[in-house]
């Protein structure tokens, strides 16, 4: 399986805005929904966006639910995560991934090949 890569994190202030990008060249990702995951220190990975194939349907961790969008250019092979008013709450590692079901967020069956993630850090 191609890793997918994450980039677009940094450190931002409280109320600040990032936009990560996933690049999702593997085909693994044709066809399929992608999810935005994050990990944040000492926790488990959990789910933060999702979009379809299409891009016409998006769902939401409650979380990040009217701060979060999701999109996708599929020409380009990149799903974008659009972060605005963040909260020191959404310091974590932030990975994309293939699924097979956009809510409940499922991963595609079989993908084990999670990328580097990319950090968001948000100061109070």
């Known amino acids: 399986q191609v890793q997918p890569v994450e980039s677009g994190g940094g450190s931002v202030q409280a109320g600040g805005s990032l936009r990560l990008s996933c690049s999702t060249s593997g085909r693994i990702f044709t066809n399929s929904p992608t999810g935005w995951f994050r990990r944040a220190s000492g926790k488990e990975r959990e789910f933060a966006a999702g979009i379809s194939w299409s891009g016409s349907t998006t769902t939401f961790a409650d979380s990040v639910k009217g701060r979060f969008t999701i999109s996708r250019d599929n020409a380009g092979n990149t799903v974008y995560l659009q972060m605005n008013s963040l909260k020191p709450e959404d310091t974590a590692v932030y990975y994309c991934?293939?699924?097979?079901?956009?809510?409940?967020?499922?991963?595609?069956?079989?993908?084990?090949?999670w990328g580097q993630g990319t950090q968001v850090t948000v100061s109070s």
């Open positions: 991934a293939p699924l097979r079901a956009i809510w409940p967020p499922l991963l595609l069956t079989g993908f084990n090949s």
